[in-house]
């Protein structure tokens, strides 16, 4: 890309540049003796033509749209259309988040995304006793078909795409969300949206496991085949960075482990026996933007680059789609203070502008008073207007990769990708990651990288403003939102009404073919259809699948 | 038991909530502070973290929540506590816990709320200065 003799003179100049400047520098130093980002990437002075010169132009950034897609997957990205803003959101019953949604809606948020209570995550009904205390509190609570048709009543499915951050029962909730779809006279070619589905995250650092492993990836695989058939527009899985990098990994290692899951899930599609440009194009990706503006733009092109390879000379994949990682964002949760909460709203405006510089397909902006509960209505306002402003009033999205041909964020990109590219060798040394999860190695990374985080900041080395300088003696915020404490009430109620009035045979028939089908290789998610249409609960549709997979049994170590 | 015995320090997770980084990196803090520690992981139910209270023999409980149950949980844990006859073990709680709920949960008998941007060294410190170890 650069003429070698007027690099070579350049690199006599910048030499000459150092020496110039080197009894200025002794007289007054830098801040800092070293400047290294969170992955342990050296920062250097300035970047200079001859730190990027084995750049490659057309081999290493293309054109956008095109591989290896490091500028972008769409050819014209925010110049045709902005990302799809997408609030995660949901808590109390289905009338509550049904509400929530509307007033999103009405706001100019153009995708919704379902946040689900945890008894709900972990495929337990209201009723059941581990969920006393839960339901309803971090998302909404969904037991039967009934909460799905409140939850979308008066909002046209075949308008609005979908998330759903859902990932061990994640076949029941798209059931049925296809089974109400239906009622609304929407088939599942119209339909648009993601299940996160992704199982080996929830190992890792989520939490929110049912079964073991190997039959985790069975029904993962089983949605893929069904929804390349039934639901050929559903991203089937997004495999997500972002609870890993929330439980304290690096940019570097969000890249890696986020991409040997995907590995993983390519591999066991193969082995479903399923052609990797069947459901390739339907893999999406979910990243954190966390606070280093340049390392993160940096880490969302290296991420882009790296799966295009992989997907391109690892399996194969012949259709350009496969190659692309099309991903959704959200700003760190982990970077919002409960101290003077309002600054969040300054951290969570940048987050979302590197996100837009890195190229998002669609963006999450946390509210300002996250740290301390749900957010409020205004609080959620604030947030999305963020994305509005940045979209509508400076100017971002006017041409595709405007970072692209910075010295310092291409040289980024390349270490981020090579260093990435490390871990996953190693990961795959291990015999994958499934293998080391197993063997607790991905886990430990991330506690290490948290602790170090952690150890930075009380030692004053990482300046929080407002946690350890600039504190201020602040009241108590007031205003946050509290989910109403009969939730759970209701929810047992509606649960109660529908055993007695659904049909038990169909019921206990549809429970015992889907008990058969998990037996044996049998694609489960006809079945599971039919237990929702049959208004069987998802505990007890869950409770099949634990008595044939049994359950995940955690090791944990410090 | 000697007078010289290390604090021990039970770190437990009630409820359904997976996000255990605050938990772990507390964990890892005691420990570097010279205390004993037990993690339980994830997904306890109050009856199990008592247990494991009597169990281990534990001078201190740090809980923490941060998906809004703890004001079922915490004060939940406290009553079996008392049931079970380990009414002196400190208990901490931390997490995603609003100021507003702070007052309940001490009236319940938890002894400290430390909720994000804490430091893990002055909760080492309250450790210190307010376990009733036994000899």
């Given at each position: 890309m650069f003429d070698e003799r007027a690099l070579e003179e350049l690199k006599e100049a910048a030499k000459r540049w150092e020496e110039s400047i080197a009894a200025a520098l002794s007289k007054r130093p830098e801040r800092k003796a070293a400047f290294v980002n969170t992955s342990g990437i050296p920062i250097e002075r300035v970047y200079l033509p001859f730190q990027v010169q084995g750049l490659d132009y057309q081999r290493d950034l293309g054109f956008p749209g095109s591989f290896p897609f490091t500028r972008g997957v769409q050819p014209t990205m925010y110049r045709g259309q902005f990302w799809t803003m997408r609030q995660y959101a949901g808590f109390g019953t289905a009338e509550e988040s049904n509400k929530r949604y509307r007033y999103l809606l009405e706001q100019g948020q153009t995708g919704l995304s379902v946040a689900f209570d945890l008894p709900t995550q972990i495929g337990y009904?209201?009723?059941?006793?581990?969920a006393f205390g839960e339901v309803g509190k971090v998302g909404v609570a969904i037991d039967s078909i009934e909460d799905m048709r409140i939850l979308f009543e008066g909002i046209p499915m075949d308008k609005v795409s979908t998330s759903m951050t859902i990932n061990a029962p994640a076949a029941i909730l798209l059931a049925m969300y296809l089974a109400v779809a239906q009622e609304q006279g929407v088939g599942g070619g119209q339909l648009n949206g993601t299940i996160q589905n992704d199982i080996l995250k929830e190992y890792t650092s989520r939490g929110t496991y049912i079964f073991p492993p190997e039959p985790s990836m069975r029904i993962v695989t089983d949605i893929f085949s069904f929804c390349s058939k039934e639901v050929p527009n559903w991203n089937t899985i997004s495999i997500s960075g972002y609870h890993m990098r929330e439980a304290g990994c690096t940019a570097v290692q969000e890249v890696a482990f986020t991409l040997a899951n995907g590995i993983a899930y390519v591999e066991a599609g193969l082995k479903a026996g399923l052609d990797v440009d069947e459901f390739g194009p339907r893999l999406a990706f979910f990243f954190c933007c966390h606070l280093d503006f340049f390392e993160e733009v940096a880490k969302f092109r290296a991420a882009r680059r790296l799966w295009a390879r992989i997907m391109r000379e690892r399996f194969k994949a012949k259709n350009p789609r496969s190659w692309m990682l099309r991903f959704h964002t959200q700003t760190a949760g982990c970077t919002l203070t409960a101290q003077q909460p309002k600054n969040n709203i300054v951290r969570v405006a940048y987050q979302a502008m590197a996100a837009v510089l890195g190229g998002t397909q669609s963006l999450h902006t946390n509210s300002m008073d996250e740290a301390l509960a749900l957010p409020t209505e205004e609080a959620v306002q604030i947030a999305l207007r963020t994305q509005q402003l940045l979209a509508h009033e400076f100017g971002v999205a006017d041409t595709v990769d405007p970072m692209g041909g910075s010295f310092y964020v291409e040289r980024l990109t390349d270490e981020i990708e090579e260093r990435a590219m490390d871990y996953i060798r190693k990961i795959d040394e291990m015999g994958g990651s499934p293998r080391a999860i197993e063997l607790g190695f991905i886990q430990k990374e991330i506690q290490e990288a948290a602790y170090t985080y952690q150890k930075e900041i009380e030692s004053g080395e990482r300046v929080v403003v407002g946690v350890n300088r600039f504190q201020v003696q602040e009241p108590p915020f007031k205003g946050i939102l509290r989910v109403d404490p009969a939730v759970r009430q209701r929810q047992v109620e509606r649960l109660e009404r529908i055993r007695k009035s659904r049909e038990a045979r169909k019921v206990g028939r549809a429970l015992e073919a889907l008990h058969k089908a998990a037996q044996s290789t049998e694609n489960i998610l006809p079945h599971i259809l039919e237990a929702v249409r049959a208004q069987a609960t998802l505990g007890e549709i869950c409770d099949v699948l634990r008595d044939v997979f049994g359950e995940y049994q955690a090791s944990v170590s410090i | 038991m000697t007078a010289s015995r290390r604090i021990r320090v039970l770190v437990a997770k009630p409820g359904l909530d997976g996000h255990d980084r605050g938990a772990k990196v507390l964990a890892r803090a005691l420990r570097d502070a010279g205390m004993e520690v037990i993690y339980t992981g994830i997904r306890q139910s109050p009856e199990q973290v008592v247990n494991a209270v009597i169990q281990e023999d534990v001078d201190v409980l740090c809980l923490s929540s941060l998906s809004g149950a703890h004001d079922y949980l915490f004060p939940r844990i406290m009553e079996l506590l008392k049931e079970k006859g380990a009414p002196d073990v400190l208990v901490l709680g931390g997490g995603i816990i609003p100021e507003e709920d702070a007052q309940a949960l001490k009236d319940a008998g938890i002894a400290g709320i430390f909720g994000p941007g804490s430091f893990t060294k002055d909760i080492v410190k309250f450790i210190q200065e307010n376990v009733r170890q036994r000899t």
């Open positions: 009904d209201s009723d059941h006793p581990s | -």
